[in-house]
């Protein structure tokens, strides 16, 4: 059986993004930001980042963007304006505003569909040093790659391959995978590797509930 590329799959949806949005006159270019862009094969997420003249039709941006979830759930859409401002990202929701906490930040859902994050602090170096694959510009020559040129970012953030391991569980001694996409949730979160098989786990949690 063929392996499942997560990377193809979220290339797939974000051309199909791309071709919706670029068709708006609002838009004017369009292009994969981090891991997706780097080639990592076991992406966390997509994320994108697409230039606008203004936000008059950001409910047919999130509409689009919405539908990307029928390929993968985790998706970001970043918003600059024409001189590179992070205007926002756009929201997950259908409604603007819901009955949520999330929606009574300052800012958020003006206009509606801009969600703004109350903990997160734009970094523009950060941002232009992961790797940009352009997918659309209206541009002779595309913002986003002029912009890392003018930071003076020559080469983007790299994201080593990793290849599934095989452990041998402490308990059980039975072999089990570690899959690469395991292995970066772990790594993000500052933990080791694991030593029990899924099975050994539960059968942990089990006896742990009934004491």
């Known amino acids: 059986m063929k392996k499942i590329n997560k990377n193809e799959i979220l290339r797939v949806a974000a051309n199909e993004f791309a071709e919706k949005s670029q068709k708006l006159s609002s838009v004017l270019e369009i292009a994969i930001v981090g891991s997706v862009a780097g080639n990592d094969p076991h992406p966390n997420d997509l994320d994108l980042a697409i230039i606008v003249h203004n936000l008059d039709e950001i409910e047919f941006i999130a509409k689009y963007a919405r539908q990307m979830s029928k390929h993968y759930h985790a998706w970001e859409v970043f918003l600059f304006n024409e001189v590179l401002m992070l205007l926002g990202r756009v929201c997950h929701r259908r409604e603007c505003p819901v009955r949520s906490i999330d929606c009574s930040v300052p800012g958020c859902g003006q206009p509606h569909h801009l969600r703004v994050y109350p903990d997160f602090e734009y970094d523009e170096k950060m941002f232009f040093k992961s790797p940009i694959d352009m997918l659309w ?68 949690k089990m006896e742990e509930s009934e004491q």
């Not at 003076?152 to 391991?165: L, T, V």
């Open 137 to 204: 510009t209206s541009f002779n020559v595309s913002r986003f790659l002029a912009r890392k040129c003018e930071l003076g970012i020559g080469e983007s953030r790299k994201y080593p391959m990793q290849e599934d391991i095989e452990i041998k569980c402490i308990i059980c001694g039975k072999t089990f995978l570690f899959t690469s996409s395991e292995q970066k949730w772990y790594q993000k979160h500052g933990l080791s590797r694991p030593k029990r098989c899924h099975d050994c786990k539960e059968l942990i």
